[in-house]
Structures are given as C-alpha cells and as structure tokens.
C-alpha cells in the first residue's frame, strides 16, 4: 500500500475523519483555530502518525496501548503542520466548468479538448483521434443535475479504460525490467489511496495517476511492484526501491502532494 515514507516523515498517511475548512479559518489566526481529528487504532502501528487528506479530514493512527493524553499532546505539537497543510489544501481553486473544456493527462503526455455533440441516446465518451473527446448523448431524466452526472460517469468510465490500456505495458515493462512477477494490473477510483498490491500479486493504481508527471507515475508503479517482494515498508523494502528509482524520496513526496492535480470534477460534479 502507498502510505507516505514512515522512514522519511515524522508525519504519515492512512484514513480519517470529517473537517470542514472554510475560506475564514484559512485566514484566521492559526493558533486559535480548533481541530478536528480522529483517532484510529492500528495493531501493526509502531509510532503516532498524522495524515491530512486532501479533502481536508485528519486522522491519528496510534499504537494499542498508547494513552489519549500523549496522543493529544502529539496532535498539539504537530498543530502548525497541520494548519498548513490544511490551507495549502485549500487555496482558492480556478474557475469550474463541467464537463471541463479541456483535459490534460499528464503521466500519458496528453492533452484534449473536449467537444459535446448534443446526438441523442446514453451519454458515452469517445476519443476522435489526437486531441478530441466527444461527448455524445443526453441523461434520461433531462435535469441539469442528471446530465452532469450522466457526463461524469461516462468521462470516469472512458478514463479508467484507456488509463489501463495506457499503464498496462509499462508496468509490463518496469515488471521485466526489474525482474519482478505480479498476476494483473487494475486501474480503480479511489479517495486516499495512490495504489496498492495483494499477497497475491495484483496492483491496484489509482486512476488519478495520469494527472501526475511520469516520473511520479513511474515511481508509484515501481512502489508497488516491489511490494510483490516485500509486503511492507522495512529497510530493506526501501532499498531495493532506491536500488531501482533513485530519486524516490522527492517522488514520494511529489506523489503524497498529487490530489492538488486532480481536477475536483472526478469526485464531484460542480
Ligand atoms: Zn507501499
């Protein structure tokens, strides 16, 4: 599973609670802004950990046995942190049109312009060549509402596809190149995690992959190829990392930061 680097950060990753940020807290006094947080028990947890997510929950991940006073105190002396991260998550977003006028992928190096056709029938998506994507059809029912939700399902459809026809010979490639055996590759849609690999061998990417650059696609996917060897996050999982993408610290970090490429539209229509 992609969790940020425990060895790397004193802060890491996992799932969470409900905080709601709005425009005046970002530019309150941080000091005085209360917290919302909640606090997961984990068995295989070694140490206090932090996650801020980018739709702005947090959660604390504690070892069994850890007392709620020290885990409050760990909460308040990472409080600045978080308020940052906090309002790095929430700085004001461009204008929203949906469906978007354009599109761009930039793990695939590719960019579309998106046309909207008005032919009747079940909305489907479909690419005209090099740098086009037709939206066909009407949502049944007829409200605004359908209609953009119709269009952002057929859109979320078309880019799981074509991201697994994509991804699916570089993995191939890395998996060849690395020497490393996995069963299958599955392109999902999901909120907190950039990727995973089952003991039996199939990595799951996260489809808001492709918003990234290729070399943080490139690390993800040696990420978890490696976990086909190591079924955690030990020393020597870390080193036989580096031993095949160099650069994986700042990738990581690059990747932890990535749900601020991912247009807002994938997880809800405006
Ligand atoms: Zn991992």
Redesign the pocket.
Known sequence: ???QNAAQWPIITSRLAAYRMTQELVTSDYTALPLAWTLRRSARARRLALRVHHDGRVEVVAPRGVGEAMIGHFVHRHREWILHRLAERSAPPGPQAFPPATLEFPALGEGYRIHLTGESGRVKVRRLGHGLLSIDGHAGGGSPEAERHAIQCALLAWLLEHTQTAFEPRVRDLAVWGGFSYRRLQLRLQRTRWGSCSSCGVISLNVCSVFQSPAVVNYLMI?ELV?TRYMN?SAAYWREVAAHCKDWRVLDRELSRGWRHVPPWIFAVP
């Open positions: 599973m992609l969790l990420h976990h996050h």
